[in-house]
């Protein structure tokens, strides 16, 4: 098994993403091990790109990313749960995310230093409440890049707006270097949310969240799995746990190597097509933890140890799927060997 990375396109999406924030940088949203493609061969190609500000959520992702991006362009965005972490990000030089006035008394009890922080503009998740902003913790901060984040950037509606409206209306109250709002689908919104900073993750992976990225979006992750063996199978003949496929013909079947616990889920529905060349290869019978089978009837010439490709043109998986581009990719795990060409 083996998820390829598109080098060129990756950084090509990342460029096209830093144009639509106009005068605003784009950052990286890089948490999740990269949206599951793989920290080590996506933040080389993102700093090379020109990427200078990258996002994880967790402290435990902090280590793995600063092989190959300096502390001071690293953000926590979580925050430090415990005055351990905060001394932590103190002694590494990376910037944790104030989300409240608790974790903003950890900072300041550690030493304080340049932050971000996170204010609530209606998503009503993680982030310090405007009304909240004037706590003395709060106030006490050096503060970077004062953030905030769109709830429904993805859609047209009126509450994008609103968050806008009302982050506007804090930057008074919060003296800060950068402001940040825009997450992939909010840099499509246009240059009133883009502010000084972008922080874009799905469209930087292949995701396209809004229509009016399509045509700037590559296609960056291309999970392939190998063929384990072939058989035919006799009209009748049933296939996989339960039985829940039975050869309406005489057909060729492939054994893949491929199954739930590698992000192939089980309601990925029958019938979903695989490819090998131009062919197109029906999934039939019951996903397994470890394996799938195909209807290989198109691909006559196909063996033992070739590759299938997988559905993973992301905006038409999800289409296909019940999963959002999201879970798509972060979903994939670990038993894929990651490629970058
Ligand atoms: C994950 C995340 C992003 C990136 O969002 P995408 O929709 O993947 O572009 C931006 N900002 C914050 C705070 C996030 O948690």
């Given amino acids: 098994m083996r998820l390829r990375l598109d080098r060129q396109a990756l950084a090509a999406n990342w460029r096209a993403l830093d144009r639509l924030s106009g005068d605003a940088q784009a950052g990286a949203a890089i948490k999740a091990d990269a949206y599951g493609l793989g920290m080590d061969l996506v933040a080389p190609v993102l700093r090379a790109a020109g990427a200078r500000q990258f996002y994880v959520a967790h402290w435990g992702e902090v280590e793995k990313l600063l092989r190959h991006v300096p502390a001071a362009e690293i953000s926590v965005l979580h925050g430090p749960a415990d005055p351990a972490q905060a001394v932590y990000a103190r002694e590494l030089g990376v910037r944790p995310v104030i989300n409240t006035p608790r974790q903003a008394a950890f900072w300041r009890d550690a030493g304080g230093a340049l932050c971000d922080v996170m204010v609530d503009s209606g998503i009503n998740r993680l982030g310090v409440s405007p009304h909240a902003l004037g706590d003395p913790a709060i106030?006490?901060?050096?503060?970077?890049?004062?953030?905030?984040?769109?709830?429904?950037?993805?859609?047209?509606?009126?509450?994008?707006?609103?968050?806008?409206?009302?982050?506007?209306?804090?930057?008074?109250?919060?003296?800060?270097?950068?402001?940040?709002?825009?997450?992939?689908?909010?840099?499509?919104?246009?240059?009133?949310?883009?502010?000084?900073?972008?922080?874009?993750?799905?469209?930087?992976?292949?995701?396209?969240?809004?229509?009016?990225?399509?045509?700037?979006?590559?296609?960056?992750?291309?999970?392939?799995?190998?063929v384990l063996q072939i058989r035919n199978l006799s009209p009748g003949d049933a296939v996989g746990y339960n039985a829940t496929f039975h050869a309406p013909r005489q057909m060729r079947a492939a054994t893949v190597s491929l199954g739930y616990a590698d992000g192939l889920l089980r309601c990925w529905p029958a019938g979903t097509k695989f490819h090998h060349g131009g062919a197109e290869l029906p999934l039939i019978g019951r996903v397994s933890m470890d394996m799938i089978v195909?209807?290989?009837?198109?691909?006559?010439?196909?063996?033992?140890?070739?590759?299938?490709?997988?559905?993973?043109?992301?905006?038409?998986?999800?289409?296909?799927?019940?999963?959002?581009?999201?879970?798509?990719?972060?979903?994939?795990?670990?038993?894929?060997?990651?490629v970058i060409f």
């Fill in 139 to 226: 106030a006490g901060l050096q503060v970077d890049t004062l953030l905030s984040h769109l709830a429904s950037a993805d859609e047209d509606c009126e509450q994008n707006a609103r968050q806008l409206a009302t982050f506007n209306g804090l930057a008074g109250s919060v003296p800060a270097r950068r402001r940040s709002m825009a997450n992939s689908a909010g840099i499509a919104l246009g240059p009133d949310y883009a502010f000084d900073m972008t922080r874009p993750g799905l469209a930087l992976y292949g995701g396209v969240p809004r229509a009016e990225l399509a045509q700037h979006i590559a296609q960056v992750a291309y999970p392939q799995a190998a």
């Fill in 294 to 338: 195909l209807d290989c009837s198109a691909a006559p010439d196909l063996c033992e140890g070739d590759w299938i490709d997988l559905p993973y043109h992301l905006p038409d998986a999800a289409k296909h799927s019940d999963f959002s581009q999201y879970e798509l990719l972060t979903m994939l795990g670990d038993r894929y060997d990651r």
